[in-house]
């Protein structure tokens, strides 16, 4: 059974501050896929990670992928109220996504 | 955003009777895709299409059906719906032209009382 974990499942953290969310799954992919939801709303892609090693970046926001290890990050910088939402990461595996189950951000001002 | 919409937004019915859910997309997008979120679970794949008549089932999928008869279309039943059916339902889509990215509709939420 393929598995997404995701840690830590609850974060608070000042505004201003730095913090990783890790992401670990158990099979061999080549695509990790990051997405944000705030409450009652929709999910938001955030990035696409295609292969070993890449890295991207969107304001705050910067994700990772070691395909070796089977490990992303989404790496917070500053964090500013605005970042407040829940976290997901999801692994592709052939034609089906598996999703992490959350991390959920408060940015306390 | 790939032009995706679910019909209804909200639903309440008994359990035991049959219900279904619409998605709706306008960008020609290959790949279609229902899941479901409940509290502490993140999402899990009930079903996916990656073509007209075309689907397969994903890790939740006792329950329920789905059928592809147009590439805009992808209808989730749930023949007899269940209290443990309760829960937020959202479609997503995959271009399938060289993006992976997936684009996701606005969810419905359903409560089988």
């Known amino acids: 059974e393929l598995k997404v974990e995701q840690n830590p499942l609850f974060l608070s953290m000042q505004e201003g501050k730095n913090y990783t969310i890790y992401c670990n799954y158990s099979t061999t992919s080549d695509r990790l896929y990051w997405y944000r939801q705030d409450p009652g709303k929709s999910l938001e892609s955030l990035f696409v990670l295609l292969s070993n090693g890449a890295v991207k970046q969107e304001g705050r926001l910067m994700a990772s992928l070691d395909t070796k290890a089977r490990l992303s990050t989404l790496h917070i910088t500053a964090a500013v109220h605005d970042l407040s939402a829940t976290y997901f990461c999801?692994?592709?595996?052939?034609?089906?996504?598996?999703f992490g189950t959350g991390t959920s951000l408060t940015v306390i001002p | 955003d790939a032009g995706i919409t679910q019909s209804p937004r909200h639903k309440v019915t008994e359990t035991g009777t049959p219900v279904t859910l619409r998605c709706h997309q306008t960008e020609n997008h290959r790949y279609m895709y229902w899941y479901r979120q409940d509290p502490g679970h993140g999402l899990r794949l009930i079903h996916y299409?990656?073509?007209?008549?075309?689907?397969d089932k994903g890790e939740v999928s006792d329950g329920y059906s789905v059928s592809r008869s147009k590439t805009e279309d992808f209808l989730l039943t749930l023949e007899s719906a269940t209290s443990s059916q309760t829960s937020v339902y959202f479609c997503?889509?995959?271009?399938?032209?060289?993006?992976?990215?997936?684009?996701f509709g606005p969810g419905t939420r359903l409560t089988v009382t």
């Open positions: 299409s990656y073509g007209v008549k075309d689907t």
């Open positions: 997503a889509t995959v271009s399938g032209r060289g993006s992976y990215e997936q684009y």
């Open positions: 999801a692994v592709d595996a052939g034609n089906q996504f598996y």
